[in-house]
């Protein structure tokens, strides 16, 4: 019976590793990333996965490239582009010849060098409320019994403040916002509990998004947390990994060149997650 890790890294089937390959390693992840480190290398065995690979993989990923936050303050981030690199390189994206469905939400454009060695400016959809609203809900109607859905994002996430106190929301450019609760509405229209989709967050307050019950290592010990419960039933496996707790803040850092690495800046718990579906060791940022 394999692991739960074996089935996770299945469900990102990708090419084999390099052997001798250094990976990262982070020696206090549980102030900002309580599922990075020690939960990746102690506990993977609450995610009974079903094997095989994802075919549908929905990916926003938003920079924010010379915006400002509202009270002042520059919104860019850089890991979101590198982390989608590393993304598309785990899963094998081709650009000929792609028999899975990708929907790739970016604030920017980007060209990527596929595994066959074709390069070509990714097909990106612009990450507008509504075009992420019209794909998510039409591809989760259409999920059929057996798919297996990765959705993953990489951005800002913020805290309503009081008296709305308890919602988090997606930002998207022009002051728009992509709620909690509206993604878990979408997610809810998938109707097989024999389809799974996994949800990956790297942002702050990330914890939670999904209103599901979760989990995460504080200090060497399980802490169990609960989002008031929401109306919306999930029908179908739905898993949330998040880099942070809902209070936390999520970072980023600048990786070196080492053996293929390409020495730029990454989500921490994107690098480290990825890493450890490669059964790579981890390193600390810069080291």
């Not at 919104?75 to 790739?104: A, C, W």
């Not at 809900?137 to 106190?165: A, N, W």
């Not at 979408?186 to 990330?206: K, M, N, V």
């Not at 200090?219 to 209070?247: C, F, H, L, Y």
């Amino acid at each position: 019976m394999p692991t739960s890790l074996d089935a996770m890294a299945r469900f990102f089937k990708g090419s084999s590793l390099r052997q001798g390959s250094a990976g990262p390693q982070l020696a206090n992840t549980t102030e900002y990333a309580p599922l990075t480190g020690t939960w990746l290398r102690r506990h993977w065995r609450p995610f009974n996965l079903q094997s095989g690979h994802a075919n549908i993989f929905i990916i926003i990923c938003l920079c924010y490239r010379d915006v400002e936050w509202a009270e002042g303050g520059s919104m860019t981030l850089k890991g979101p582009r590198e982390d989608l690199t590393l993304l598309l390189q785990r899963v094998q994206y081709r650009h000929q010849n792609e028999t899975r469905q990708f929907l790739i939400f970016t604030d920017f454009e980007m060209d990527f060098q596929d595994h066959t060695g074709h390069s070509h400016q990714v097909p990106t959809i612009p990450a507008t409320h509504r075009n992420i609203a019209t794909r998510v809900q039409g591809t989760m109607q259409d999920l059929g019994r057996g798919d297996k859905c990765l959705l993953y994002f990489s951005g800002h996430i913020e805290l309503d403040p009081p008296p709305v106190d308890g919602d988090a929301h997606i930002v998207l450019q022009g002051d728009r916002k992509l709620y909690d609760y509206e993604l878990r509405t979408w997610l809810a229209l998938s109707r097989f509990p024999t389809t799974t989709i996994i949800a990956i967050l790297d942002a702050c307050h990330s914890g939670g998004f999904l209103a599901l019950p979760y989990l995460h290592d504080k200090d060497g010990k399980w802490v169990n947390r609960s989002e008031p419960a929401s109306e919306v039933q999930m029908k179908s496996q739905v898993i949330e990994i998040s880099s942070t707790t809902k209070p936390q803040s999520s970072y980023s850092a600048k990786y070196p060149e080492d053996q293929g690495d390409s020495g730029t800046t990454h989500g921490i718990f994107t690098w480290n997650l990825l890493q450890a579906l490669k059964g790579r060791n981890f390193r600390e940022p810069g080291a």
